[in-house]
């Protein structure tokens, strides 16, 4: 058994993708299509519904799947179909590979299955000898380099023509060009007298329609209908969660499947298949169908209430569409056989933890692939869930442990902070920044400079900068995290006074600590749900709302607390109810108009943090209070895209976080803007540690910031 990669080496692996400039390109070029094609397709369709009739659907079958596997079996034998149904990976392969022989079957055609990927299905058949031929393009390039797939929709997407061309010749053992029409007929050259020798056709299925005992396959090339009809055997390997009730349900899938998949309204080919029909290489003769349905703990995950909801994709592959750290290195790093945000989850239930551990921590949690996701399934949460799961079984690494110590006692905690501030002037020379990085950390986290700890922090300012506010319209609790409490006080400053002159009431509770975020990216469930109850009870006072400068803060706040803490805690939902970033309650609920700014119509560009624009649905705030500072905004195109940061994620995957802030500062660069915005501290460490370290040309500021610059 191969030996279980430890982080370094993986990012070593890392290291090498991202040093393939063309497998960056290429992932540049399909991330800056892929929005544009799939928002074309839902142009005329409400998504947030769409995906909920999914979610609907899916979740009813998986509720009843004994049953629908009944019903579907019963009807499909009536067909005359042998229906079959396998525990494990092994045993689905031992089946198909005894169908061959009972066959007599040596050579074999499949179309594209990411299910018999992940049984290996190939590996087993030729271990018998057996001729097999896959026949889906990307999937015969890969099949010929020996690789597995770097995307479930496009296995290929990672190689070149030229590298294609290259293969091809070695195939033909004559020279291809490198035109792609041409390439594509070669293959049609090269595979077509393998369907015609066929005696076996492999496929997957993306439904099994319970009422009918039907199958339906969508593909784009036509190779599908060419494995299913040509040759006397048909196998279709599918998972048990493909079971749906009705074709009504199928086509609810249907209808967003292609379009979130590729942007298409549709696939070329949508194939339904009730039985075996006549073989049509020998008119005539029966021909001979199987259906082999995949469990490999899938039953038991659809009893399980939190990961059931993973048995909802419908391998669109989105999730690694919109990934910012799939498109620095792709799928190989980025999954095991299942690709993408979904892949790192399903790695850990169908091959092990020891495939998954390193993936997981892969996860920057910027909340993209739950946002695109088909299904609406909440893939951040899961990781973390699964990255807290293998360390309770593994062992929690020790510097985990003492951070997990450290920020449950709050006290300790903040002593520790001011002491740091103290042993950090060696490495400051009197700057704002740590301008000397100890040698350790120097060559991989050298790509920005790191901001000092302040020489005081906020709530030992706070009494001396306290409004006084005769008439308050709103008593407020400001939560700062602490990012902004010890590094960056100035922004919580600037918001004080913005908030004072709006006639605000502030509250600064003393015993907030942390809002644990960085807990839950190590995977320290326990200690994130303890400091989660401390400020609960910190925030208990009379407030009509809980303001924090921190999107992070805020998405971790109202989402993630009453999921710690479970559906019950009154305290928690009410805590999370009242939690609201700095930009919407600004417009939202203070409503601000622009006569209390100055209009210099300075030019300014956005970073939105990713749990502000995705994890609380906060887009036009931030833009509407820029307009209303007195500021001329500038889109960047990649406004909603990470920064890199995530936390302990940079300090995890320093070369990746590294390669994504650069793409954000040449984007923020090509503005012309004079002041880069954002309302996060954690993205503002990123990206002005970037800017000041590649004298980039502009500010980076935190919105309260620059509100507070135009304030009359």
């Known amino acids: 058994m191969q030996k279980a990669k430890n982080l370094s080496e993986y990012n070593k692996e890392l290291q090498q993708a991202l040093e393939n400039t063309f497998l960056r390109g290429a992932m540049d070029k399909f991330a800056t299509a892929y929005p544009v094609g799939r928002a074309n397709a839902f142009r005329e369709y409400d998504i947030a519904q769409l995906i909920e009739e999914v979610a609907k659907v899916k979740d009813a079958g998986l509720g009843r799947l004994d049953e629908l596997y009944a019903e579907f079996k019963a009807k499909a034998e009536a067909n005359g179909v042998h229906v079959h149904l396998a525990k494990t990976g092994d045993e689905a392969n031992e089946i198909i590979a005894r169908i061959a022989r009972d066959n007599k079957c040596r050579k074999i055609v499949k179309s594209k299955s990411m299910t018999a990927e992940e049984t290996l299905l190939n590996h087993r058949l030729e271990k018998d000898n057996l001729e097999v031929t896959e026949t889906d393009l990307g999937e015969w390039i890969i099949q010929l380099r020996k690789e597995g797939p770097s995307h479930m929709v496009m296995p290929a997407i990672h190689l070149s023509r030229y590298q294609v061309a290259e293969l091809f010749s070695q195939v033909t053992q004559q020279d291809q060009s490198t035109d792609i029409q041409r390439l594509v007929k070669v293959a049609r050259r090269e595979l077509r007298q393998k369907y015609a020798e066929a ?64 942007g298409q309204a549709i696939t070329s080919y949508v194939t339904w298949i009730s039985g075996a029909n ?13 259906i082999v349905f995949l469990d490999n703990g899938r039953s038991e995950m659809a009893k399980d209430p939190l990961f059931a909801q993973v048995l909802r994709c419908v391998r669109c592959g989105a999730c690694a569409n919109v990934c910012p750290v799939y498109r620095m290195v792709g799928g190989h790093q980025m999954g095991h056989i299942y690709i993408g945000a979904i892949g790192l989850i399903l790695t850990y239930f169908f091959h092990g933890k020891d495939k998954a551990k390193n993936l997981v921590q892969n996860c920057i949690n910027c909340e993209a692939c739950k946002h695109i996701c088909a299904a609406g399934i909440d893939l951040p949460r899961l990781i973390k869930e699964i990255h807290a799961r293998i360390l309770d079984k593994e062992g929690h690494p020790l510097p985990s442990l003492l951070l997990a110590k450290l920020m449950k006692n709050r006290k300790l905690f903040h002593s520790f902070l001011r002491t740091a501030k103290l042993a950090q002037r060696p490495l400051t020379g009197g700057t704002q920044y740590i301008r000397h990085l100890p040698q350790i950390f120097a060559k991989d986290h050298g790509f920005k400079a790191l901001p000092a700890i302040a020489a005081k922090p906020f709530r030992d300012r706070f009494e001396s900068l306290k409004p006084r506010v005769s008439a308050p319209k709103y008593r407020i609790a400001l939560f700062s995290g602490c990012v902004q409490d010890f590094v960056y006080p100035e922004q919580l400053e600037a918001a004080m006074k913005v908030l004072g002159a709006h006639d605000v009431d502030v509250d600064f509770p003393m015993e907030q600590s942390c809002c644990g975020l960085p807990l839950q990216m190590m995977g320290e469930k326990k200690a994130c749900i303890d400091v989660a109850k401390q400020n609960i009870e910190a925030m208990s006072g009379n407030y009509d709302y809980i303001v924090t400068l921190c999107a992070s803060c805020a998405s971790h706040l109202s989402h993630n607390y009453p999921f ?73 195109d990649l406004e909603q895209v990470c920064c890199g940061f995530g936390g302990t994620y940079s300090a995890k995957f320093p070369g990746v976080s590294e390669q994504i802030l650069k793409h954000k500062l040449n984007d923020a660069g090509r503005t012309g803007a004079e002041v880069l915005v954002t309302e996060c501290p954690g993205c503002i460490m990123q990206l002005r540690g970037g800017a000041e370290k590649n004298k980039s040309g502009f500010a980076v500021r935190h919105i309260a910031e620059v509100l507070s610059d135009h304030l009359k």
């Not at 339906?216 to 060419?226: A, D, P, S």
């Not at 196998?235 to 292609?258: M, Q, S, Y």
């Not at 309650?585 to 995705?614: I, N, S």
């Open 199 to 262: 005696d076996m056709g492999i496929s997957g299925c993306n439904f099994a329609i319970a009422e009918t005992g039907t199958i339906g396959i969508v593909t784009n090339e036509g190779n599908g209908r060419l494995t299913t009809t040509l040759p006397r055997v048909h196998v279709a390997l599918t998972g048990i969660d493909k079971l749906c009730a009705t074709l009504e349900d199928a086509l609810k899938v249907l209808r967003v499947l292609p379009k979130n998949a590729t």
């Open 278 to 290: 006549e073989c049509q290489t020998a008119p005539g003769s029966k021909k001979e169908m199987h």
């Open 564 to 636: 710690l803490l479970g559906e019950n805690d009154t305290a928690a939902k009410a805590f999370s109810d009242k939690v609201i970033p700095f930009s919407a309650f600004m417009t939202d609920v203070l409503g601000v108009t622009a006569d209390k700014f100055k209009q210099t119509q300075e030019r300014a560009t956005m970073h939105a943090p990713c749990h502000l624009c995705r994890g609380m649905g906060v887009v036009e705030q931030p833009r509407k209070l820029l307009a209303l500072g007195g500021y001329e905004y500038a889109q960047a």
